[in-house]
């Protein structure tokens, strides 16, 4: 990191420059808490110095006029928005979707409640229906972990609840003779590398359509997985620039996991 000092921009914006990725952040000292623990605001994934700046700016305004957190008196829907508010320039685009995906599912339940009065009974009621309405368990687990996240950074509470049990379904793994049947059915398909790379690797779908030819390091046999492209619902903004994904069966087959020694 490379610490930019800029005529520009006030004496006490101290910006830094990551220097493989370009990208602009900082680090800020908000104070204390209750318990005289440490409090630092960090944020990264800035584009360019004057965005880094303004949002630097923005949260010592708040510090030093001693705003308090969002208060407990707010709903839980707008504790999570604010949440993703304050983390969207420093997650990437696919995960800050993903976290707002997940925290949507819970707000027909939840989102009207006030925070102070979320308790660990509703939270695991919500999750519950959830999985009734159809929702894979491991799905609700990584809401539970995104929740306590957002409300742990906001308000301080820790939630408490019991997270959702882990799927008792076991995912079927090929055998070799099955996987190297089932190369032996796509070897004429265009998406052959694809379907390979799926089998020896494990990657996700996504992670495999997002590769590119920089990506891969052949005097290193190495490959680096460095995002991934998803499909926004139709009906958003963003659903017209979304990636289209194929889909990675072409017939009906358990899923493929690791499969080693195929040749």
């Known amino acids: 990191m490379s610490v930019i000092s800029s005529l520009a921009w006030p004496s006490w914006a101290v910006i830094v420059q990551g220097q493989t990725t370009g990208l602009f952040g900082f680090r800020l000292e908000m104070g204390r808490d209750r318990n005289g623990t440490r409090i630092q605001a960090r944020r990264t994934g800035f584009t360019s110095e004057k965005a880094a700046v303004a949002e630097y700016a923005r949260l010592s305004r708040r510090r030093d006029a001693q705003l308090p957190r969002p208060r407990l008196g707010d709903s839980v829907q707008a504790v999570c928005q604010d949440w993703l508010l304050t983390r969207e320039h420093e997650l990437q685009p696919n995960t800050l979707y993903s976290y707002t995906w997940l925290l949507g599912l819970i707000y027909p339940y939840l989102g009207g409640v006030r925070a102070s009065r979320l308790s660990t009974h509703m939270i695991e009621r919500a999750y519950r229906d959830l999985e009734t309405a159809g929702y894979f368990r491991t799905t609700l687990r990584t809401l539970d972990l995104v929740l306590a996240k957002a409300f ?41 590398p694809l379907w390979r790379l799926l089998l020896v690797t494990g990657l996700r779908r996504g992670e495999l359509c997002g590769l590119k030819h920089c990506d891969l390091e052949p005097d290193l046999a190495t490959l680096k997985v460095r995002r991934q492209r998803v499909v926004e619902d139709l009906g958003s903004r963003g659903a017209r620039q979304a990636a289209q994904v194929p889909q990675l069966h072409p017939h009906p087959a358990p899923r493929p996991h690791h499969a080693q020694g195929i040749e």
């Open 152 to 192: 742990g950074e906001q308000t301080g509470r820790t939630l408490g609840a019991r997270k959702p049990r882990e799927c008792d379904d076991v995912h079927p793994v090929w055998p070799l003779a099955e996987a190297r049947r089932f190369l032996d059915y796509v070897r004429s398909d265009r998406l052959f």
